[in-house]
């Protein structure tokens, strides 16, 4: 396990941007997968969006793509989740994710295949 801390979140009208970022105390790996997760209260935690961190893919759920961005900077081993065009119902708190593992894409969207998590970030997008 790694720690990830995440940051950048916060409260947004609709049609707004916000970037979060996750730090990570893991050395620079090209192996394994991260990505970000969401979740309201009273619901389970969803999948946003992941990479295999061998450049081999990114993925995004249909409710975000289009709209939301996932990227890495190699070199401090930070990612970044730029979001575009927020709606109300991306209200959330948003958790970066991690695993040394690299996940096959049938399991990349599987919270529990994940075992370093953020302390997750809150954004709010309201008018």
């Known amino acids: 396990q790694v720690q990830l801390v995440e940051s950048g979140g916060g409260s947004v009208q609709p049609g707004g941007s916000l970037r979060l970022s996750c730090a990570t105390s893991?050395?620079?790996?090209?192996?394994?997968?991260m990505g970000w997760f969401r979740q309201v209260p009273g619901k389970e935690r969803q999948f946003v969006t992941a990479m295999k961190l061998t450049g081999a893919g990114t993925y995004y759920a249909d409710s975000v793509k289009g709209r939301f961005t996932l990227s890495r900077d190699r070199a401090t081993n930070m990612l970044y989740l730029q979001m575009n065009g927020l709606r109300p119902e991306d209200t959330a708190v948003y958790y970066c994710a991690a695993t040394s593992r690299n996940l096959i894409t049938s399991s990349i969207r599987q919270m529990a295949e994940y075992d370093s998590w953020g302390q997750g970030t809150q954004v709010t997008v309201s008018s």
């Open positions: 893991a050395r620079t790996t090209n192996s394994g997968t």
